[in-house]
């Protein structure tokens, strides 16, 4: 970055900052992992600078003929690895491409059934605070109180009653499979649109980890950056005959030009799923998310649905006297990063997520496996017994500096 050396040594010095803070920490953000160098050099190369408003062969401004042929090339390499009829690349994130789904077949005010926040559902799943909430009528459906899973049954009386135009399958903090045959015949018996949300899941499905919802729904969603190891920006997967309609939700209906840069690493993306190396570390991801689960569970802490079928592990903190803030932020401390997240057991969001959700694809990324997690476990569970013991904490930090030289960052190399 020379020129930006030159230009803002400032903006430079938290560049190299930032760089130094990733190799260094370990990264259990479900939400994020580690894309490959390749990834980073087309998200700042010459395609930044091109506006692009329609879609390939029907654009508003000239000098498309090469962005062109990357929006197809990605559209081309998704269709393919997911299996897809129709795929959109240029939502600019998940909630984006959810939004353009909603309005390609919902008018305002229609009924919409999804999973419930505390629950595991996602903001752009009709919560309140999303304007998704305010443009239609969501109602939402929760896990069982005694298994904390998906209650199929109760999931379908809600349907049979509520009527929904359109149903949403998919979470960000559940960590196991959804099964989405059952959630495609509860849909059809309501005459209902299906919806999955992936975002977390992609990489999982494309890596073959774990199932795909493609077959059985309307339309799939998801995200390049999480498991999927991309870029920014969001995708939609659909059937055929929805394709013009989402387009038009796309563009002009809910957002302009696109990044081009976005839709060209979103094409690297998938042509690099589908090496054998990514199938890999999708695996490891779910192998040592499992291992993760079973370290703190045996340790005697309490997890989500008792463990994990995905990247994900979450832990329930309510009854320990610990908030999901204080947890994480020792965990901070001590290098080791994860996000604090509500749980189902949680009666009062407001004040403060009673959890922590870990992910295990960053780890997987840096090619850490079952011996390198039952590590990770073990410091987890000396924050969990004494968080505010500096000294411990200090230790522990030592101890995470050593593991990440160990296991660089593909695009950054080891710590310093």
Known sequence: MNGLRHDDPELFKLAEQEKKRIAGTLNLIAAENHPPASILEVLGSVFNEKTIEGYPGRRFHAGCVYVDQVESLAIDRAKQLFGAEYANVQPHSGTSANLAVYFSVLSRGDRVLAMSLPHGGHLSHGHTASISSQCFDFRHYTVSRDTERLDYDRIRDMALAFRPKMMVAGASAYPRLIDYKIMADIAKEVSAWLLADMAHLAGLVAGEAIPSPVPFCDAVTFTGYKTMMGGRGGVILAREDL????????????????????????????KLAKTDGFRRIQQKTVETAGHLAQCLKAAGVCLVTGGTD??????????????????????????????????????????????????????????????????????????????????????????????????????????E
């Open 243 to 270: 394709g013009p309609k989402i387009n038009r939700a796309v563009f002009p209906g809910t957002q302009g030009t696109s990044p081009v840069s976005m839709i060209a690493a979103k094409a690297l993306a998938f």
């Open 310 to 415: 995905n990247h994900q592990v979450l832990v329930d903190l309510n009854g320990t006297g610990m908030t999901g803030i204080r947890v994480q932020e020792s965990l901070e401390a001590a290098g080791i990063l994860c996000n604090r997240n509500v749980v189902p057991a949680d009666t009062r969001v407001e004040k403060g997520a009673g959890g922590i959700r870990f992910g295990t694809a960053g780890l997987a990324a840096r090619g850490m496996g079952k011996t390198q997690m039952t590590a990770i476990a073990g410091w987890i569970l000396r924050i969990l017994a004494a968080p505010d013991d500096p000294e411990g904490v200090k230790e522990i930090r030592t101890e995470v500096r050593s593991l990440c030289q160990q296991f660089p960052v593909a695009a950054y190399g080891p710590p």
